[in-house]
């Protein structure tokens, strides 16, 4: 790469940075204050660029092409002042997991609003009046907007410098950022403060959308592409922290857009693309911070405490009542293939429900009774299946030998992962099973020559008799039963309650012995191993695997499950995935706009059902026991 190549893309990326940054400090402010992991961030960024292209469009173009982007990021400022409003304030005070839950449905019916409003097809701006040219920089031609671009991101960095330093708004927004309670205590009213918060934090990200107007088309794959990025700029600056959040905007920018101009480099004879690690370069920033400095470049560290977590209610061995009910509803599944043998289809679903309900309960197993959230145990349950996949392909093992070894696989990702992970806690934690979930997506994505790139591995299927689906059903319900009753005998033997001691208060636990990273580290892999075989049964199921089953979508729809269930029970899970993935699949068929109407019933289920369906469930019976006793 030339001197100039490379000055042409240094430039390149700080274009790109002011709108990573607008976005990253939209959210960096509503988590900082509310406390809120948003996930439909990206929806609002998405808004922005679509309202501005109807904006521009109505009003006429030309010259109207600037006030459309200001009216735009207002539009949306006044959307999620309105959605703050109507929905967010009804679940402050739910666990901070739950209002996870109810912002990615809110996610879902964003979308499909889009879809409905502007259609399908990706949407082109019209170019910037009096920016459209282009200027030339030692001999290179550099778009003119994106100098404009270039200046963007300091000129909002230094006006919200001025806002939260110089106003009497922006010192209590930094006071609540620093402690909620004692700004409350001191007659603040929070509800507001709150609202003016997300409203500012959509607005950014409004702008950043509607900025990109005349550089990328307006497409519905806005949201979750934007997300990630943001997410990575919140985590790398530091939580809460406007001047980190550029830091870290610059910086993933700038790296990407070096490793596009360095292209295929020959390495000790082998051709090495580094273009393509613009898929992953961000979370490979990310899982660097976050192991030598977790709380951001430029963000604080967060104050030790006696507890990480309050003190849940102790786990409950199953009683006459539930084990009577579950031998029902095991006699129930040994049925099912007989009672709808008429409908094959029936059968396959009952296959998905009950992978889906492995993965779910493997994930609980780590979030409910170890405390550790991940956000990315997709890449557990895409290792054994991608682990199954080419044992049969690749390695000529017979299926049965494939579906032993996928869950090693695995295991091996978690105990390197694992022991990166375990050392963090809460959001960090979080965020750090997000990176190496991408990183592992990113690998299986690329790698043509072994996994099949983009297209996946076809042909992975199981065994001769088990090629009718209804002798499949039956192994996968015996292999899936099974399991779940090995992760349930486990936490209650002296590893589960050694594993919630360091839950509910690691520093009391390490006091009288426990090893609470080496407990954590273990579960973590068992985790991974019963991820991995309910991606193996996947596998076999579908006969074919692609990257997206370790796609982040898939890690989002095992949180969907888990708490939409319940995080307090050991049958949430279970419940939580068999309602979310015949919610799916019974919507999916019977409405184009399947996801809006997804996220309306899990906002529902949220606000009615706090707890999740099965600690709803299990409270009510409690309470009418008791009423009877």
């Not at 997709?378 to 080419?390: E, S």
């Not at 983009?454 to 299927?461: A, D, E, F, I, R």
């Not at 399991?483 to 919630?500: C, E, S």
Request: proline fraction near 4%.
């Amino acid at each position: 790469m030339t001197f100039s190549g490379l000055i042409v893309q240094l430039l390149n990326g700080l274009a790109g940075a002011s709108s990573l940054f607008l976005v990253g400090a939209g959210l960096s402010l509503i988590f900082g204050v509310t406390r809120i992991v948003n996930f439909a961030h990206g929806s609002f960024y998405m808004l922005g660029i679509y309202i501005a292209y109807m904006l521009a469009e109505q009003l006429g173009g030309g010259m109207w092409f600037w006030p459309s982007l200001l009216l735009a990021s207002i539009a949306v400022g006044v959307i999620g002042a309105v959605v703050e409003i109507v929905l967010l304030r009804r679940v402050y005070r739910a666990p901070e997991l739950f209002q996870l839950l109810a912002t990615f449905a809110l996610m879902l019916v964003i979308k499909d609003a889009a879809l409905w409003v502007w259609g399908p097809e990706d949407l082109l701006g019209p170019r910037a009046p009096g920016l459209s040219g282009a200027v030339d920089i030692l001999g290179r031609r550099f778009p003119t907007y994106d100098l404009f671009l270039i200046a963007v991101g300091p000129l909002v960095l230094g006006g919200l410098w001025l806002l939260l330093t110089k106003t009497r708004w922006g010192t209590l927004v930094r006071a609540a950022t620093q402690d909620r309670e004692m700004v409350s205590a001191l007659g603040v009213n929070q509800a507001w403060l709150f609202t003016g918060v997300f409203a500012l934090g959509t607005m950014l990200a409004g702008l950043g959308g509607a900025l990109q107007l005349p550089r990328e088309p307006a497409n519905l794959g806005l949201d979750l592409a934007t997300i990630g990025d943001a997410f990575v700029v919140v985590v790398v600056g530091g939580m809460g922290s406007i001047p980190g959040a550029y830091v870290a905007a610059l910086l993933i920018a700038e790296i990407k857009a070096i490793c596009i101009g360095i292209g295929t480099v020959d390495l000790f004879g082998v051709g090495f693309a580094f273009s393509k690690l613009t898929l992953v370069v961000e979370f490979l920033v990310m899982a660097v911070v976050l192991v030598i400095r977790p709380w951001g470049l430029m963000g604080k560290p967060q104050a030790a405490v006696r507890n990480s977590a309050p003190a849940e209610t102790p786990l409950r061995r199953a009683d006459t009542p539930l084990k009577i009910a579950g031998a029902v509803l095991l006699i129930a599944l040994i049925a099912w293939p007989v009672a709808t043998a008429s409908s094959p289809y029936l059968t396959v679903l009952a296959i998905d429900l009950l992978t889906a309900a492995l993965f779910a309960t493997s994930l609980h197993f780590i979030m409910g009774p170890a405390g550790m959230h991940s956000f990315g145990h997709a890449a557990y349950f895409g290792l054994g299946a991608y682990g199954a996949a080419l044992g049969v392909r690749s390695f000529g093992l017979p299926m049965e030998v494939a579906l032993v070894l996928s869950p090693f696989v695995a295991a091996i990702g978690a105990l390197v992962f694992g022991w990166f992970c375990v050392r963090l806690s809460g959001v960090y934690l979080a965020m750090l099973t997000l990176a190496f979930s991408q990183i592992v997506w990113s690998v299986v994505f690329q790698w043509d020559d072994v996994t099949g790139g983009s297209n996946g591995l076809t042909g992975v299927w199981p065994a001769e008799w088990l090629a009718d689906k209804r002798t499949y059903y039956y192994l996968t319900l015996a292999l899936v039963v099974g399991a779940i009753l090995l992760i349930r005998r486990a936490l209650f033997a002296p590893f589960g309650y050694a594993m919630r001691a360091g839950r509910d208060s690691p520093l009391r636990a390490d006091a009288i012995g426990i090893d609470v990273k080496r407990i954590q580290w273990v579960a973590f892999v068992i985790a991974a191993v019963f991820a991995g075989l309910a991606g193996a049964l996947y596998a076999f199921s579908k006969g074919s695997i692609s990257p997206d089953t370790v796609a982040v979508g898939r890690s989002v729809d095992g949180l969907v499950m888990v708490l939409l269930g319940g995080l307090q029970t050991l049958a949430g899970p279970v419940v939580g995935a068999v309602t979310f993935t015949w919610l799916q699949d019974a919507v999916a068929r019977n409405t184009d706009y399947w996801r809006a109407l997804l996220g309306g019933i899990i906002l529902l289920l949220v606000l009615v059902f706090p707890q999740g369906i099965a600690g709803f469930a299990g409270g009510l019976f409690d309470r009418m026991k008791n009423a009877h006793a």
